[in-house]
Structure formats: structure tokens, C-alpha cells
């Protein structure tokens, strides 16, 4: 039976799968999501296996299981075993990419100007070494057709464009990207695709294959709800001898020779794989679950949050009220800051954004933390609640990242709690 998603006592007893501190509303799932104890208990076998009995594990168990959790995690993305690797997350996937590729003096890598600042900054050090450029594209606001946001794109390609590099789902504006339209006009140019996806798994329907994409890099650590230090790295079969690993060991335990580009990636010397091992467990409870009643309750309580916030503050968000532009992100406008509030690159406030959402604090103190959004602070400190304040082209949004174990409760005494600080001038 779909439980429907307007309904937050059928969907209560799901929020027990995780164990969220109780002092905290956990509103950015976006930006770290928290496995649930099934995962965890899963993660917590392969670790006890390795520890009770390291030959056994590493000589007999790793191999056969890490290759078993890989071609399952294929199978959830959309395509063959051979064409994906386990990495620790989609920044190590793209710098593995960027370092793999062989870009030439004068050549262009294009970019929106919703990517990821790490993301930025890998594209920005490999084009310096190659003395070849990262150009960023600044897309149209506000996202009306896909059609207007693909032709904005690619009319600063050139004939030097070797790769364009684009999010999926957008980190700091939580747009999902019409990346078919955009693959399709790649490949019709003879330019090279490498989609930044960490965002899209779980969160939205995604079968690589059919996208026609070149490379593919994700977190499972989001929306999946994998463990933190799980992602991937798709490399599309025409391309895969270029991929090379940035640790070099066995590859494959001896004796089993090295017959594949991912082989190479399965041995990277003696290590903790249990985070991988345990990605078949997070596949498992959604597909439970049920992925189609995941997103669309997540995406119902994405919409809530997003009515009452435009209610709040009479101000439209980027995109169409339409689950073609988001997902399981409400993304809204705030209105400016009365006083002064110094202006960060899109890049800068975004790090800031994640290293904020990511420090470990017990209690709400959050003296000596590097400030670049006060009102997220205040939020987390004056009304335990995290969720993201993201500077993006000087305009402030707040990200609401819902997932099954957030309720309209919460949403609710976000709105009120804010409501309340923007009142009163923050
Ligand atoms: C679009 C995007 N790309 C890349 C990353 C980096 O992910 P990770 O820290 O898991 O490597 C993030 C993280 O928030 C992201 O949102």
C-alpha cells in the first residue's frame, strides 16, 4: 500500500530508521544525510569482520563483496558494473577525472555558475596546468523552460570546448538541470560531459546509460542515505582506458589478474571498504520503502516548505513550482539584511555553508566558528534547527532539505522561528 504524502502520522514510524540527536531538526540532508541504523548495523559487520579476523576478511571476503555491492549500486544508477567504481565521495571522483584527462594549452572546460565551489576549484587547478581555461557560465534567472537554459549554456561554447562539467541537482540553488537536453546538444557538438551527481541519487529518477553521458561522479552519502565516505565514479566505456587510479597497488587481489579499467580500483592498499560494503543496505530500505513514495513525500513536504516560506516572505523562488526543477529541496529568497553583511564568492560561502552544517557541536554554543551566513548561526542557535543560508549572487536563500524523517511539525516551527529573526532584523 503507497502511503500518501501529505500524511505525516502514516509516514512517522520511517523516521525511526534514524537516530537524529534529539536537541536538533535536521533540515540538511542535502548536505550530509545521515544513514539509518540498518545501514549503520551493516557498516558495523564489515568492520568487526576486519577487525576479528583481518586474513579472512581482507584475502577472502573483501573482493567478492566489494564487486557484489559495486554491480548492485550499477543496477540502482542505471548501468553496467564495468563502468562504475567506489570512491570515498564525488569530490574524489572528479579530481580522479580531472586528473585523468588529458586537456591541451588553449582548450575550455564550460561550467554553470550554480557548480559546486570545490567542484570550481578542481576544474580552475587542472586547466592552470594545462594552461587551458575553466570558463563559467552565468545561467538566466529565474529557470523558465529547459529549453532557454540549455541555449544560455552552450552559447559560450566553442570550437576550443573540450568538456562541459554540470550538476545535476545544484548545490547551492537546488535546481535540478535539464542534463538530458544538455547531453544531447553536448554530444551533438563533439563535446565531453562529466555530470556532477551526488544530489541526484535516491533524490530523483537516474539511469546513466540512457543519459549518453562521458563521466558520472556521486555521493551515496546524500540522499541515499549511504555511509559517509561511499560514492562513485562512472567513466563511459569509449573512455575508460584514460582513467587512471591516483593510488596504484594490486588492483585485483593476486592472483586474479587486472583484465578491466575498474580493476584497478578494487585493491588500492589495506583499508576500510566497509562504507561501500554497506550501499546495498541503504538500495535496500528506499527500494522498501519504495522510491517513487519516497520522493513523492519528500517532495510534498520540499513544497510545503516552500509555500509557507514564500507566504513568510512574499518573495518567489528561482524555479517553477514544478517537480521537473526540484525535488526533495525547497530553495527560497530572503529578504536582504537591513545592516551590512559582508559579500563572499559563490565558492567561499558555499564551503562555508558545508563546513558550518558539518561541525560537530554538542550544545549550541558556536563561538570560534567561521561565520559567513550569521543568520544560519542563529537558526541552529537560537532555534536548534539546521538548515543552510546560502549567499548566491548576493541574495541570500535558504535550503530545506526534507527527507523521511523530517514532518510538516518541523517545517512549521522553521517558518515561525524565522518569521521571528527576520522580524527582528537578522
Ligand atoms: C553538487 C555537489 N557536488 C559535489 C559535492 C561534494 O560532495 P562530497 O563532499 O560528498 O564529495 C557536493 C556536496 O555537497 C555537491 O553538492
Request: charged share 20%; with cysteine.
Given at each position: 500500500?503507497?502511503?500518501?504524502?501529505?500524511?505525516?502520522?502514516?509516514?512517522?514510524?520511517?523516521?525511526?530508521?534514524?537516530?537524529?540527536?534529539?536537541?536538533?531538526?535536521?533540515?540538511?540532508?542535502?548536505?550530509?544525510?545521515?544513514?539509518?541504523?540498518?545501514?549503520?548495523?551493516?557498516?558495523?559487520?564489515?568492520?568487526?569482520?576486519?577487525?576479528?579476523q583481518?586474513?579472512?576478511?581482507?584475502?577472502?571476503?573483501?573482493?567478492?563483496?566489494?564487486l557484489?555491492?559495486?554491480?548492485?549500486?550499477?543496477?540502482?544508477?542505471?548501468?553496467?558494473?564495468?563502468?562504475?567504481?567506489?570512491?570515498?565521495?564525488?569530490?574524489?571522483?572528479?579530481?580522479?577525472?580531472?586528473?585523468?584527462?588529458?586537456?591541451?594549452?588553449?582548450?575550455?572546460?564550460?561550467?554553470?555558475?550554480?557548480?559546486?565551489?570545490?567542484?570550481?576549484?578542481?576544474?580552475?587547478?587542472?586547466?592552470?596546468?594545462?594552461?587551458?581555461?575553466a570558463?563559467?557560465?552565468?545561467?538566466?534567472?529565474?529557470?523558465?523552460?529547459?529549453?532557454?537554459?540549455?541555449?544560455?549554456?552552450?552559447?559560450?561554447?566553442?570550437?576550443?570546448?573540450?568538456?562541459?562539467?554540470?550538476?545535476?541537482?545544484?548545490?547551492?540553488?537546488?535546481?535540478?538541470?535539464?542534463?538530458?537536453?544538455?547531453?544531447?546538444?553536448?554530444?551533438?557538438?563533439?563535446?565531453?560531459?562529466?555530470?556532477?551527481?551526488?544530489?541526484?541519487?535516491?533524490?530523483?529518477?537516474?539511469?546513466?546509460?540512457?543519459?549518453?553521458c562521458?563521466?558520472?561522479?556521486a555521493?551515496?552519502?546524500?540522499?541515499?542515505?549511504?555511509?559517509?565516505?561511499?560514492?562513485?565514479?562512472?567513466?563511459?566505456?569509449?573512455?575508460?582506458?584514460?582513467?587512471?587510479?591516483?593510488?596504484?597497488?594490486?588492483?585485483?587481489?593476486?592472483?586474479?589478474?587486472?583484465?578491466?579499467?575498474?580493476?584497478?580500483?578494487?585493491?588500492?592498499g589495506t583499508?576500510?571498504?566497509?562504507?561501500?560494503?554497506?550501499?546495498?543496505?541503504?538500495?535496500?530500505?528506499?527500494?522498501?520503502?519504495?522510491?517513487?513514495?519516497?520522493?513523492?513525500?519528500?517532495?510534498?513536504?520540499?513544497?510545503?516548505?516552500?509555500?509557507?516560506?514564500?507566504?513568510?516572505?512574499?518573495?518567489?523562488?528561482?524555479v517553477p513550482?514544478?517537480?521537473?526543477?526540484?525535488?526533495?529541496?525547497?530553495?527560497?529568497?530572503?529578504?536582504?539584511l537591513?545592516?551590512?553583511?559582508?559579500?563572499?564568492?559563490?565558492?567561499?560561502?558555499?564551503?562555508?555553508?558545508?563546513?558550518?552544517?558539518?561541525?560537530?557541536?554538542?550544545?549550541?554554543?558556536?563561538?570560534?566558528?567561521?561565520?559567513?551566513?550569521?543568520?544560519?548561526?542563529?537558526?541552529?542557535?537560537?532555534?536548534?534547527?539546521?538548515v543552510?543560508?546560502?549567499?548566491?549572487?548576493?541574495?541570500r536563500?535558504?535550503?530545506?532539505?526534507?527527507?523521511?524523517?523530517?514532518?510538516?511539525?518541523?517545517?512549521?516551527?522553521?517558518v515561525?522561528?524565522?518569521?521571528?529573526?527576520?522580524?527582528?532584523?537578522?
Open positions: 500500500m503507497t502511503l500518501p504524502p501529505d500524511d505525516d502520522a502514516a509516514w512517522a514510524p520511517l523516521a525511526r530508521h534514524w537516530h537524529i540527536r534529539p536537541d536538533t531538526i535536521y533540515l540538511n540532508h542535502g548536505s550530509f544525510g545521515p544513514p539509518p541504523a540498518a545501514v549503520r548495523e551493516v557498516r558495523r559487520r564489515w568492520l568487526a569482520a576486519a577487525d576479528e583481518p586474513m579472512d576478511y581482507f584475502v577472502r571476503q573483501l573482493e567478492p563483496a566489494w557484489a555491492a559495486r554491480d548492485r549500486l550499477a543496477r540502482f544508477v542505471g548501468t553496467s558494473g564495468g563502468n562504475l567504481i567506489f570512491v570515498e565521495n564525488a569530490t574524489a571522483a572528479m579530481n580522479i577525472l580531472a586528473d585523468s584527462l588529458p586537456l591541451a594549452a588553449g582548450d575550455e572546460v564550460l561550467l554553470t555558475d550554480h557548480e559546486y565551489g570545490a567542484v570550481q576549484r578542481i576544474w580552475q587547478r587542472a586547466c592552470q596546468r594545462a594552461a587551458a581555461t570558463k563559467t557560465v552565468v545561467l538566466p534567472l529565474p529557470f523558465r523552460t529547459a529549453d532557454e537554459t540549455v541555449r544560455a549554456f552552450f552559447t559560450a561554447a566553442s570550437d576550443r570546448t573540450r568538456l562541459v562539467v554540470v550538476s545535476h541537482v545544484t548545490s547551492p540553488t537546488a535546481v535540478v538541470l535539464p542534463v538530458q537536453a544538455i547531453c544531447d546538444e553536448a554530444r551533438r557538438r563533439g563535446i565531453g560531459i562529466a555530470i556532477d551527481g551526488p544530489h541526484a541519487v535516491a533524490q530523483i529518477p537516474l539511469a546513466i546509460d540512457p543519459l549518453g562521458d563521466f558520472y561522479t555521493s551515496c552519502h546524500k540522499w541515499l542515505s549511504a555511509p559517509f565516505g561511499s560514492g562513485f565514479l562512472y567513466v563511459a566505456p569509449r573512455h575508460q582506458s584514460l582513467v587512471r587510479p591516483p593510488v596504484l597497488s594490486w588492483g585485483r587481489i593476486p592472483p586474479t589478474r587486472i583484465e578491466a579499467w575498474s580493476d584497478e580500483f578494487v585493491w588500492a583499508r576500510d571498504s566497509s562504507a561501500y560494503l554497506a550501499v546495498p543496505a541503504a538500495i535496500a530500505l528506499l527500494e522498501g520503502i519504495g522510491l517513487d513514495a519516497f520522493r513523492a513525500r519528500t517532495h510534498w513536504l520540499a513544497r510545503y516548505a516552500r509555500q509557507r516560506l514564500v507566504e513568510l516572505t512574499g518573495l518567489e523562488p528561482i513550482d514544478d517537480p521537473v526543477w526540484y525535488g526533495s529541496m525547497a530553495h527560497v529568497p530572503l529578504p536582504p537591513s545592516g551590512s553583511w559582508p559579500t563572499l564568492p559563490a565558492s567561499e560561502t558555499e564551503l562555508a555553508e558545508s563546513t558550518d552544517a558539518g561541525s560537530v557541536r554538542h550544545g549550541r554554543a558556536d563561538e570560534g566558528c567561521p561565520v559567513s551566513n550569521p543568520l544560519q548561526h542563529t537558526i541552529w542557535r537560537e532555534l536548534g534547527i539546521e543552510p543560508v546560502i549567499e548566491f549572487r548576493g541574495t536563500y535558504l535550503r530545506v532539505s526534507c527527507h523521511l524523517y523530517n514532518d510538516t511539525s518541523q517545517i512549521d516551527r522553521l515561525a522561528g524565522l518569521g521571528q529573526l527576520l522580524a527582528g532584523g537578522k
